[in-house]
């Protein structure tokens, strides 16, 4: 299954297929998504690649037996649809100024304006709750442009000085002019609206903690697209719908990145807004770093023949929570349980010997112990010493199973995951599998935080006790209007019994009438 709009076909090219997503990975996505709505956009994972790497060079095309074809920009944009839908949602940009002044992607002839066309086709086909995520554009901008000598007809390059005077005489090179008409100011989380989100207003070069969550930027204000530049080409009054480098940290290669070890270090890296790590990974290095707290930013070279393998890269960064394969597709609880099976519970499989851990759906009547998060510190973790049902884990009958000051709980994002790996490590806790706080229990497939009684947002679950209730005034109206009917066809009302009186008298006037014409 797929975003209504977007089409995914199992077509070859270059030996090249691509699938289109299962319904357990749209699901898992769709649950990360969800249950970070409360976390701020500078701490949501937003892994993604480099687009000049691995898609758009002159080196992609390859035919059947490995030999190049000339670059074709429009197999090039089908993958890049099939990667957004796949789940990256970050996206590096190296763009330069084109022969004609217009931007286009370095050493191609592909324009930018082209490039973001498709993005918002993306964004519009997906422009819903069950589908839209939040993208972000990276831009790493070359500010010199190749000149032809008229005199000796070589070519050199010159350095462009971007000011309004060059904008108003090349419009191409306005990058605000380029994003209004193909993503739309609509989509666009501006600086501005950063800007205007409080009072006072912050500087948006010290940012740190004001950031929207993932929910308000989604669902409240409806915007769909963060525009970053990593190099400092652009002043903010020059293009005021991209972020400066000030808002992020962006390292690239084989830098020394150092992982959160104990609990400062944590609350450290949860400080620091927008890490990305530009890179050519291996899988274990793309899990790693995610864990670590920053978005991959896979920079592997690929061609038409091998892209496949970019979801092998890719996944341990799209889905970091779930075991590959799950959730499994669920069936909603049924009423009477007479054989208590409800696989509609997340529980947090913990392995001491790999130092891993992901989800599985397992029987909500299962005894477990939970996973509980301490209510003063994020990063400190426990669990409970009893086992028990799901439904007796999350305090709603009035007692919690988790110790005081502790709270039935989830990770929410990576790097909240592992530290609780490094945490159960250090304390040397044994392989076990805990109840997490998600569940679909409302509504089959639905995964929601917040308890057993916790609501689906895209589907209408009406609980007993509410169905009851609206049912009484409609079986109550139906059986008075059944007594009206029954009691009417017993009983003649006087208008049907006077009825035969007026024929009596319509007939004795009749014998008075003359037959015939009068003369």
């Not at 649950?31 to 690649?49: L, W």
Request: proline content about 4%; aromatic content about 14%.
């Amino acid at each position: 299954m797929n975003p209504a709009g977007i089409n995914i076909t199992n077509s070859t090219y270059m030996n090249a297929t691509w699938q289109s997503n299962s319904l357990s990975h749209e699901l898992a996505v769709r649950s990360q998504r969800d249950i970070m709505s409360n976390i701020t956009i500078d701490q949501v994972p937003f892994p993604g690649i480099n687009l000049n790497s691995v898609l758009f060079h002159k080196a992609f095309i390859v035919n059947n037996n490995g030999s190049h074809l000339p670059f074709n920009e429009s197999i090039a944009f089908e993958y890049f649809q099939n990667i957004m839908v796949y789940g990256a949602q970050s996206f590096v940009v190296d763009i330069e100024v084109g022969m004609n002044y217009s931007w286009v992607l370095k050493e191609t002839d592909v324009l930018l304006s082209d490039l973001l066309i498709q993005m918002r086709n993306f964004i519009s086909a997906t422009n819903n709750n069950l589908y839209g995520n939040v993208l972000m554009l990276l831009l790493r901008v070359d500010p010199t442009i190749k000149l032809a000598s008229a005199r000796n007809k070589t070519i050199y390059n010159s350095r462009l000085n971007f000011t309004d005077d060059l904008f108003n005489k090349f419009p191409n090179l306005n990058i605000t002019g380029i994003l209004d008409n193909t993503i739309g100011r609509s989509f666009i989380y501006t600086p501005s609206d950063f800007l205007g989100t409080y009072d006072p207003p912050y500087s948006i070069d010290n940012s740190t903690n004001f950031w929207p969550t993932l929910g308000a930027l989604m669902y409240g204000r409806r915007k769909r697209l963060l525009a970053m530049e990593i190099t400092n080409s652009f002043d903010a009054l020059e293009s005021n719908y991209i972020f400066t480098n000030h808002n992020l940290t962006y390292d690239v290669g084989n830098v020394s990145i150092s992982c959160p070890y104990n609990r400062d270090q944590f609350i450290s890296a949860s400080e620091t807004t927008f890490k990305f790590l530009e890179a050519r990974y291996t899988k274990s290095e793309v899990e790693m770093y995610s864990g670590c707290g920053y978005s991959p930013m896979i920079a592997n070279r690929f061609d038409s023949a091998n892209i496949t393998a970019l979801i092998d890269l890719l996944a341990p960064a799209v889905v970091w929570s779930w075991a590959v394969g799950q959730p499994i597709l669920t069936v909603s609880v049924p009423r009477k349980t007479s054989d208590l099976v409800a696989e509609n519970c997340a529980a947090f499989n913990f392995a001491y010997n790999n130092f891993s851990a992901n989800w599985f759906v397992e029987n909500c009547y299962s005894k477990k112990r939970a996973l509980c998060r301490s209510d003063k510190q994020i990063f400190n973790w426990t669990a409970t010493n009893v086992k028990d049902s799901y439904f007796e884990m999350d305090g709603y009958r009035g007692e919690t199973k988790c110790p005081n000051t502790y709270s039935f709980s989830i990770p929410r994002t990576p790097l909240e995951q592992r530290s609780i790996l490094l945490q159960f490590e250090a304390s040397q806790f044994n392989d076990d599998t805990l109840w997490i706080d998600l569940n679909s229990i409302s509504v089959s497939n639905c995964w929601v935080s917040g308890g057993s009684y916790a609501s689906c947002p895209y589907q209408r679950a009406v609980s007993t006790r509410n169905f009851v209730a609206m049912m009484v005034p409609v079986t109550v109206c139906s059986f008075v209007l059944l007594m009206m009917a029954l009691y009417f066809s017993l009983f003649r009302i006087p208008i049907y019994d006077n009825r035969y009186n007026w024929k009596r008298v319509v007939n004795n006037y009749s014998k008075t009438e003359v037959d015939g014409v009068p003369s």
